[in-house]
């Protein structure tokens, strides 16, 4: 079975702009989390979707947004990006049934804003 | 804030078991522990986990003391990719809604040739 892709890999923006980030889940997964590592803050939750609903938010901004479509695939977006917006952004699908399933991470998308 | 405290660097050689400790004194009887790690820049791979029971599978084995308050991850025999951030992470249950991975900082795992 396939893992978590994400697309791009890689991306530069700058200061200023928005960007999309995508991510196709496990095959049969609902719920798709993301989160941002950054060196200063490590790994931190932004939100989950599950059923095209965003279920459970963490503490970002307005600014970082995300949606979820009807075959599970998620998108978040930035706008107005910022420098300190530079980071990896993970994805993690899982079943979604409940909190207690385990959650499997895609590559990741490395934004750098210039 | 992570509700689990890790050392933060071990080292171990090659082809040798690595124990790797977690602390979770505040653990909760339906908190699962879940173990993931990560290779430079790549993302988090998810290990093994476990409530009460010790647990093994092809990566590693989890071993949890009575009181649940602590628990170490057991590399069986590392290898030079096992060199990784190793994340203890505790969670809740099937009824609990935090859906959310809280990630502390890690210990960073070195093996040596």
């Known amino acids: 079975k396939a893992g978590v892709t994400q697309t791009p890999r890689y991306l530069i923006k700058t200061r200023g702009q928005q960007v999309t980030l995508s991510c196709s889940p496990i095959?049969?997964?609902?719920?798709v989390s993301w989160y941002q590592q950054t060196p200063g803050q490590g790994l931190q939750f932004l939100f989950e979707?599950?059923?095209?609903?965003?279920?459970n938010k963490g503490n970002f901004p307005g600014r970082f947004s995300g949606r979820q479509f009807s075959n599970s695939r998620s998108e978040m977006n930035v706008s107005t990006l910022e420098l300190g917006d530079s980071a990896l952004y993970l994805c993690?699908?899982?079943?979604?049934?409940?909190?207690?399933?385990?959650?499997?991470f895609g590559p990741g998308t490395r934004l750098l804003v210039l | 804030d992570a509700k689990t405290t890790q050392p933060t660097s071990m080292d171990c050689a090659e082809g040798r078991a690595a124990n790797l400790p977690c602390n979770h004194s505040?653990?909760?009887?339906?908190?699962?522990v879940y173990w993931y790690r990560q290779i430079h820049s790549q993302g988090p791979q998810y290990i093994i986990h476990?409530?009460?029971n010790n647990e093994t599978n092809e990566m590693a084995s989890l071993i949890i003391t009575e009181d649940r308050k602590s628990s170490t991850l057991i590399l069986p025999h590392a290898t030079l990719r096992d060199t990784a951030v190793y994340y203890c992470?505790?969670?809740?249950?099937?009824?609990?809604?935090?859906?959310?991975?809280?990630f502390g900082s890690g210990t960073r795992l070195l093996v040596r040739p």
């Open positions: 993690a699908s899982s079943l979604g049934g409940s909190g207690a399933e385990t959650q499997y």
């Open positions: 095959s049969g997964h609902r719920s």
């Open positions: 979707y599950f059923s095209e609903t965003q279920r």
């Open positions: 505040t653990i909760s009887g339906n908190e699962y």
């Open positions: 476990g409530l009460k």
């Open positions: 992470i505790v969670r809740g249950g099937p009824m609990d809604s935090s859906y959310k991975l809280i």
